[in-house]
C-alpha cells in the first residue's frame, strides 16, 4: 500500500505564494489520478477538488483557482506540488493529497494525506 505526507502549508498574507509538496511511500508511476482537495477549518461539507493531475500529464483545476495554482507531478521522484500564487483569504483550509486509481501496482487506490493547513490572513 501506498501513504501520502503532505507538507509545506502554515500562515501567509493576502497576496502571498505558498509551494505545497505531497510525498508518496511509494511509486506513484502507476496510479492514474494524484489530486489536491480542500475543506476550510470547521466546514463539515464535502472536500473540495482544487486541482488533479492525471499520469498522462493532463491537470484540471477549480474555476476558484484557475490561473493562480499549478499542479505538477514527478512520478520518479513520488512526488506532487500544488503552486500557489496570489492567495486569498477564502483559499484558507486544510489541503489534502489524494491517490485514485482503479489499476495500479497496489490494486485498486483512494488513498489520502493527513492534510497540511494553509492560512491566508492579513
Known amino acids: 500500500q501506498v501513504q501520502l505526507a503532505e507538507s509545506g502549508g502554515g500562515p501567509v498574507a493576502p497576496g502571498g505564494s505558498l509551494r505545497l509538496s505531497c510525498v508518496a511511500t511509494?511509486?506513484?508511476?502507476?496510479?492514474?489520478?494524484m489530486a489536491w482537495y480542500r475543506q476550510p477549518p470547521g466546514n463539515r461539507r464535502d472536500r473540495e477538488l482544487v486541482?488533479?493531475?492525471?499520469?498522462?500529464?493532463?491537470?484540471r483545476y477549480a474555476d476558484s483557482v484557475q490561473g493562480r495554482f499549478t499542479a505538477s507531478r514527478d512520478n520518479a521522484k513520488n512526488t506532487m506540488w500544488l503552486e500557489m500564487n496570489n492567495l486569498k483569504p477564502e483559499d484558507t483550509a486544510v489541503y489534502y493529497c489524494?491517490?485514485?486509481?482503479?489499476?495500479?501496482?497496489?490494486?485498486?487506490?483512494?488513498?489520502w494525506g493527513q492534510g497540511t493547513l494553509v492560512t491566508v490572513s492579513s
Open positions: 489524494n491517490a485514485d486509481s482503479t489499476y495500479s501496482d497496489f490494486g485498486p487506490l483512494d488513498v
Open positions: 511509494a511509486s506513484i508511476s502507476s496510479i492514474y489520478s
Open positions: 486541482a488533479e493531475v492525471i499520469n498522462h500529464g493532463s491537470v
